[in-house]
């Protein structure tokens, strides 16, 4: 595709349920990256990929949280026991090189109730 | 460890006249720049990038930044602003080694007839 894409675009989950997201990058990108966005703030890092491995995972706020790109394109995140302050928007982002700017899609907006 | 600032939490400006979004930020090593611009219910979208060379950086949209290592800033610049303009704009920074992009809280655009 064109850009980067993210499914869902919306996702309510009840408290203690399991979440997957996912993140498409544009074609040929290396580089992938995940963030949170909370209502008024800046996108804070999460995870970076490059290639197949996490090359940093420092932003992981604890063991719930949990992605993978097993084949270099596609990546999951991976969210276990949901908490309502897990509430944001997750965006991904990927880029050709680590030092080339990022391209980010549209988010998917998790709301745990 | 990395960080950036935006003090302003809106800037106001009315449309032709010239606007500036202020940055300052924090990193070891020399700095990779960036501005990104968040639309209403849309992705971050790039706007420019300073990685070394000219302190003036040119970007999409008519948008340009100063780079000013003294000062530690990165002010983003438009010559004449239009209504469309108005959106939610954030500076990040990288540093030299990392792949992490750290981000600003962000700042509110207004531009008004």
């Known amino acids: 595709g064109a850009g980067v894409s993210q499914t869902p675009s919306n996702k309510v989950t009840e408290k203690g349920k399991y979440v997957e997201l996912r993140c498409d990058p544009i074609s040929g990108h290396t580089a992938l990256y995940w963030y949170r966005q909370s209502l008024g703030q800046g996108p804070e890092f999460l995870i970076y990929f490059q290639g197949t491995g996490a090359a940093d995972d420092s932003g992981l706020p604890n063991d719930r949280f949990f992605a993978v790109r097993p084949e270099g394109s596609v990546s999951t995140l991976k969210i276990q026991r949901t908490e309502r302050g897990d509430s944001a928007v997750y965006l991904c982002?990927?880029?050709?090189?680590?030092?080339?700017?990022?391209?980010f899609g549209q988010g998917t907006r998790l709301t745990v109730v | 460890a990395q960080s950036v600032a935006q003090p302003e939490d809106q800037v106001n400006v009315a449309e032709g006249n010239p606007l500036t979004v202020k940055c300052t930020y924090s990193v070891s090593g020399n700095p990779y720049l960036f501005w990104y611009v968040q639309y209403p219910n849309r992705g971050l979208q790039f706007l420019l990038k300073y990685i070394t060379g000219d302190n003036l950086v040119k970007g999409s949209y008519g948008f340009e930044a100063e780079f000013n290592k003294s000062q530690t800033s990165f002010h983003l610049k438009k010559p004449s602003a239009l209504v469309s303009d108005s959106a939610l704009y954030f500076c990040?920074?990288?540093?030299?080694?990392?792949?992490?992009?750290?981000f600003g809280t962000g700042t509110q655009l207004k531009v008004e007839l």
């Open positions: 990040a920074v990288r540093d030299g080694q990392g792949n992490k992009l750290t």
């Open positions: 982002a990927s880029s050709t090189t680590p030092n080339t700017e990022a391209f």
